[in-house]
């Protein structure tokens, strides 16, 4: 079993900068990549980012490329979501997520443990 814990959400004026974080426990050496997602209200949870444990290659959404980097400590077995840039259209439940095998990156179905979300709101 593996649990992801996150952190480091919270509300923040657009244009400001968060960091996520989101450390593992239990059977860690089990995962093979570590992934966020978001859900706003009345909308499908939706991919943002993910990132191999082995390799450290990423992927992230359209939406927010060049404005989120991904990373990982895999001393700490912590991913973390920096957000820089933010807009209104950032609000949502962030969620952490971790996949035994390689995913099809923005799928949801694809990984096996979530945590249990974080709230990020973006004030205009």
């Known amino acids: 079993q593996v649990q992801l814990v996150e952190s480091g959400g919270g509300l923040v004026q657009a244009g400001g900068s968060l960091r996520l974080s989101c450390a593992a426990s239990?059977?860690?050496?089990?995962?093979?990549?570590m992934g966020w997602f978001r859900q706003a209200p009345g909308k499908e949870r939706e991919f943002v980012a993910v990132?191999?444990?082995?390799?450290?290659?990423?992927s992230y959404a359209d939406s927010v490329k060049g404005r989120f980097t991904i990373s990982r400590d895999s001393a700490k077995n912590t991913v973390y979501l920096q957000m820089n840039s933010l807009k209104p259209e950032d609000t949502a439940i962030y969620y952490c997520?971790?996949?035994?095998?390689?995913?099809?990156?923005?799928?949801?179905?694809?990984?096996?443990?979530w945590g249990q979300g974080t709230q990020v709101t973006v004030s205009s």
């Open positions: 239990g059977r860690t050496w089990s995962i093979y990549a």
């Open positions: 990132i191999s444990w082995s390799s450290g290659r990423t």
């Open positions: 997520a971790a996949a035994r095998d390689r995913p099809t990156y923005s799928t949801p179905q694809d990984y096996n443990y």
